[in-house]
C-alpha cells in the first residue's frame, strides 16, 4: 500500500514475517528521480510490492537515485543491495550503522561472539542455539552495502525541493539517525519513536560500553526539543503529539526498570534466569524470536543498573550473575 502523507511525498507498507506484520518506506518524488528513505525487508514478495507502488506513481525502482538508512536492522534495509543494482542509487547512511551492518558479515567470528556472549548470561545450550539460528536468518537478509557517503549529525541534505536535517538518534541501534523535514514539522523516525509500542532495545556484543538505555534517553531529548508537528514512524500509523508519546515511553521504561530491579535480590541470578521470571507464563506463547528479544532488553536494563550503582555482576565459572541487597 502506498500513501500520500505529504505533497510528493509517500509511505510505502512492505510486508514482514514478524508480529508486527509490516514495515514503511519513504518514497520523496523529486521529480525525475525517487529518494528513498529505508528499503524494506528482503522477503518473498517485497521488492514487487515496492515496485508496484512505485509504479502507481509514475515511477519504478530504476529512478532511485538515492537512498537514506534510519538504521541496518534488515526490516529497513534488507532490499536496499537489489535496488542499488537496479537504479544505481546513492547510499547514505551513518558510519556507526555502517559498522553495525559490518558485524553480521564477519560469520563465523559473529557466531563464535554471539554463542560466548549468551552462554556468558546463562542461556542453556538449546536456547543459545536457538540464538544462533536467528541470528543466522537475521544474516541472511541483510544485503550487501555500497555506500556513498556517511552521514553527519545535524547536517541538512537537499533531496528535490526539500531539505531535511540529519538527527542522530542512537538507542534502538547504535547508528540510528531520524531525519527532520524542518519546513514542514516532518520526522522521518525509523525506529526511534513508535505509536504503540516502545522501541526494543538491544546489546551490542561487540561493545558493552555502549548503553542502549541511556543513549536511548538522551535522543528522546534531542527529539522532544525540535517543533515537530507529525512523526511517520518505521512500523504503525503516523501520528502528532510527539512530547506525550516521549513521556509515555519514558514511563514505561522507568517502569521496566524498577520491576527489574526488584527481581534482584540477594540470590545471585543469570540474565537469562531474570528474563524467565519477568516473562513468566506468556513464554509459553512466545516464539524464539520473541524470547531472544526479550532476553536481550532484559540484559539491557541489568546492565544500565549495574552502571548506576544499583546492582552487582559478579563472574563465576564464565557466567555472569546479579545481585542486589
Not at 507498507?13 to 521529480?31: E, S
Not at 561472539?113 to 540464538?131: C, N, P, Q
Not at 556484543?205 to 527529539?223: C, G, Q, R, W
Amino acid at each position: 500500500m502506498i500513501t500520500e502523507i505529504a505533497e510528493n511525498l509517500y509511505r510505502v507498507t512492505l510486508p514482514m514475517p514478524f508480529r508486527l506484520r509490516h514495515v514503511h518506506a519513504y518514497a520523496l518524488d523529486c521529480g525525475r528521480s525517487i529518494t528513498l528513505f529505508d528499503t524494506g525487508m528482503h522477503m518473498p514478495g517485497a521488492y514487487e510490492k515496492l515496485e508496484a507502488d512505485l509504479e502507481s506513481i509514475g515511477f519504478s525502482a530504476a529512478r532511485i537515485s538515492d537512498i537514506y538508512l534510519t538504521h541496518t536492522h534488515t526490516d529497513h534495509c534488507g532490499l536496499t543491495e537489489r535496488l542499488q543494482e537496479k537504479s544505481g542509487a546513492r547510499l547514505h547512511l551513518t558510519e556507526i550503522a555502517r559498522q553495525m551492518h559490518a558485524h553480521f558479515e564477519e560469520g563465523d567470528y559473529l557466531i563464535a561472539e554471539a554463542r560466548a556472549f549468551y552462554t556468558r548470561h546463562g542461556m542453556t545450550a538449546r536456547d543459545v542455539e536457538a540464538v544462533i539460528e536467528e541470528i543466522e536468518d537475521m544474516k541472511s537478509r541483510l544485503p550487501r552495502l555500497e555506500v556513498s557517503t556517511f552521514l553527519k549529525d545535524n547536517e541538512i541534505r537537499r533531496a528535490g525541493n526539500r531539505t531535511f536535517e540529519v538527527i542522530f538518534t542512537p538507542g534502538h541501534a547504535a547508528g540510528h539517525a531520524c531525519f527532520f523535514f524542518r519546513d514542514e514539522g516532518l520526522l522521518l523516525a525509523g525506529d526511534h519513536i513508535l505509536p504503540y509500542i516502545p522501541p526494543s532495545l538491544s546489546p551490542n556484543i561487540y561493545d558493552e560500553i555502549f548503553l542502549p538505555l541511556s543513549s536511548y534517553l538522551a535522543s528522546l531529548t534531542v527529539i522532544e526539543n525540535l517543533p515537530i508537528t507529525v512523526v511517520h514512524p518505521g512500523h504503525g500509523n503516523s501520528f502528532g503529539g510527539v512530547r506525550e508519546r516521549i513521556d509515555e515511553i519514558r514511563a514505561h521504561h522507568a517502569l521496566k526498570k524498577e520491576v527489574l530491579l526488584n527481581l534482584v535480590d540477594r540470590t545471585p541470578k543469570t540474565t537469562f534466569g531474570i528474563c524467565a521470571q519477568l516473562i513468566g507464563a506468556a513464554a509459553a506463547t512466545w516464539d524464539d524470536w520473541e524470547k531472544f528479544m526479550a532476553l536481550n532488553e532484559t540484559f539491557v536494563y541489568l546492565q544500565q543498573l549495574r552502571r548506576d550503582g544499583q546492582i552487582r555482576e559478579t563472574l563465576t565459572n564464565g557466567v555472569l550473575y546479579y545481585t542486589a541487597d
